[in-house]
């Protein structure tokens, strides 16, 4: 079963996010965005981080965080508002989708990156 941490700073969203990925056979770890201590404590067996991150005043800390925090070469994929677009420019990831954004492209694009 393909493995993927989901960091968010909305829990509404990442639930969401969440089912859509169990219908599609994947296992998903929630970790909110301000809980995050290390990628570090990754299960060897994690196939993709996606983060999932809300238009708000602490977004681009979020980014920051999680920018200082990656260990590892995992696929990382990001779900952003289009506001957000200078913070997660530092990121290197390897999709980002904007808001809204279309449910068949984000499977089709999470399967394709998934290990």
Known sequence: MKTVLLISNDSTSADTIKQILE????????????????VE???????????DIQHDNEASEFVNNVKEKMVG????????????????SQLNAAYIFTRPFDLHEFITVTNKHTV
Do not use: F, G, H
């Open 73 to 88: 070469n995992r696929p990382l994929m990001v779900i952003a508002d289009p506001r957000e677009a200078e913070a997660i």
């Open 23 to 38: 219908c599609q056979d994947y296992s998903v770890s929630i970790v909110d965005s301000k809980q995050l201590t290390s």
């Open 41 to 51: 404590m990754i299960t060897p067996e994690l196939s993709l981080i996606l983060l």
